[in-house]
């Protein structure tokens, strides 16, 4: 039966030594989040004494993998690495993401919610002036008559 051992310390980053908070720490073992450091950079976990290995990560920095020793106390440094990252914008339509350089122009959306409480004949008439760019116009002007979006 294996005993808990408890490790402490501080996350800072490598570059300027600022303590990093929100860095999540698992067992590598257990595959299992075991805890995550505070607004000062600290963390307290408690481990199986079998349980060596702890991998510390956070979003724009390399993952650190610690062997644990005798010490109970470790600082660790996480280097940057936001360079891996890549800029996204939510696309408006509600299901989708795309990289920011990759949108030409604008977009824009509408949901049934917005088109519910006005009384017109057609979805086209529902549209008209709701979104930037868009415009609608009849072919005729008999009830029933083609529309285009422009």
Do not use: C, W
């Amino acid at each position: 039966m294996s005993q808990k051992v408890k490790i402490n310390g501080v996350i800072t980053t490598a570059k300027n030594r600022e303590p990093l908070s929100g860095v999540t720490i698992s067992s590598i073992l257990s595959g299992k989040n075991i805890g995550m450091s505070d607004s000062s950079g600290k963390y307290k976990v408690s481990i199986n004494d079998a349980d060596s290995l702890l991998k510390f990560y956070h979003v724009g920095y390399a993952s650190f993998v610690l062997n644990i020793k005798n010490t109970q106390s470790y600082n660790v440094q996480l280097v940057d690495s936001s360079s891996n990252l890549d800029e996204v914008v939510v696309v408006n339509i509600g299901y989708g993401t795309v990289r920011k350089e990759a949108i030409t122009g604008a977009v824009s959306s509408i949901s049934s919610k917005d088109l519910a409480d006005f009384p017109v004949g057609t979805v086209a008439d529902a549209l008209s002036g709701k979104l930037a760019g868009v415009s609608v116009k009849r072919t005729e002007g008999a009830p029933g008559a083609d529309f285009t979006l422009g």
